[in-house]
């Protein structure tokens, strides 16, 4: 009888045509690709919170990077498109590229989606849950469609928002927060804090312990999760406070986003 093989299957890159570029904020796109080909409808195979990589030649340099998907897979599947946000990153390599070159119709080469990072769809308790969300600048891109999964996974289901940006022109997918607020009737809450302007309806200033323990401190341990995406330092002040809290650690999802992208702390397997 033969062997199972023991090798770990490559990943495959694909080339997938843009279908769409659209200004998600200052320096900031979402790009659409098109994935109604039966062939890749593997690409459609995904949980909320996952990522795509792209590989591309820029400027004869072979480019690597990794971009959050923002819309949860039913939304996905229904246009065929798959939608990454990307913020420009002064000196990079693909973000400036993506944001100010790439149009409908170039193509890129796309690996199908992974990463551990995610919501899975499952039973809601009687009555909902309430989950609670931190995230900074382009970490909002893999939590908006996490947000909009655990909405949509039960009608009595909460999520509060906690979002850290400069401005709010800077302000990544900020349309489609309101969008999702305005289609949840209430049940998405969001509280934006921002470091370099005042601004009515915004905190000024920085996520701290204080400013977590005014905003999420009252039923902190009745939450059914606790999402967190962003820069180091958010992610560290986020998780010290939670521990403070005596929150479970098996209720804190996180991913440290850097200038290439997510870093998920649990890599998936190729």
């Known amino acids: 009888m033969a062997l199972l093989s ?5 990943p495959i890159f694909r080339s997938l045509t843009v279908a769409e570029v659209e200004p998600v904020a200052d320096h900031a796109v979402s790009v659409a690709f098109d994935v109604t080909d039966p062939k890749l409808s593997h690409y459609l195979d995904y949980r909320a919170g996952q990522y795509v990589t792209l590989d591309a030649a820029i400027e004869d340099e072979r480019v690597r990077q990794s971009y959050s998907l923002w819309t949860r897979p039913a939304m996905a599947r229904a246009e065929g498109l798959l939608r ?12 400036p590229w993506l944001a100010s070159h790439v149009t409908t119709g170039d193509t890129i080469d796309v690996l199908a989606p992974r990463g551990d990072f ?11 849950s309430r ?12 939590v908006l469609a ?24 800077s302000s990544v997918l900020r349309a489609e927060v309101e969008r999702l607020v305005t289609d949840s009737d209430g049940r998405l809450r969001v509280t934006d804090v921002l470091s370099r302007e005042e601004s009515p309806g915004a905190r000024h200033g920085r996520i701290d312990a204080a400013l977590l323990t005014e905003l999420l401190g009252e ?5 059914a999760g606790w999402w967190l995406c962003g820069p180091s330092g958010l992610l560290e002040v986020s998780e010290k406070w939670l521990a403070d809290q005596g929150v479970a650690t098996d209720l804190v999802h996180r991913e440290r986003f850097t200038s290439t992208g997510p870093v998920d702390p649990r890599p998936a397997p190729n």
């Open 6 to 10: 023991t090798t770990p299957v490559r």
């Open 84 to 95: 990454i946000a990307v913020a420009e990153v002064s000196g990079g390599r693909m973000s």
């Open 118 to 128: 995610t919501y899975a769809v499952g039973s809601v308790p009687e009555g909902g």
């Open 131 to 142: 989950h609670a969300v931190v995230a900074g600048g382009s970490g909002i891109t893999p």
């Open 146 to 169: 996490i947000a909009a999964e655990i909405l949509a996974d039960g009608s009595s289901n909460e999520v509060d928002l906690v979002l850290a940006n400069r401005t709010r022109a």
């Open 219 to 223: 039923r902190a341990l009745d939450r």
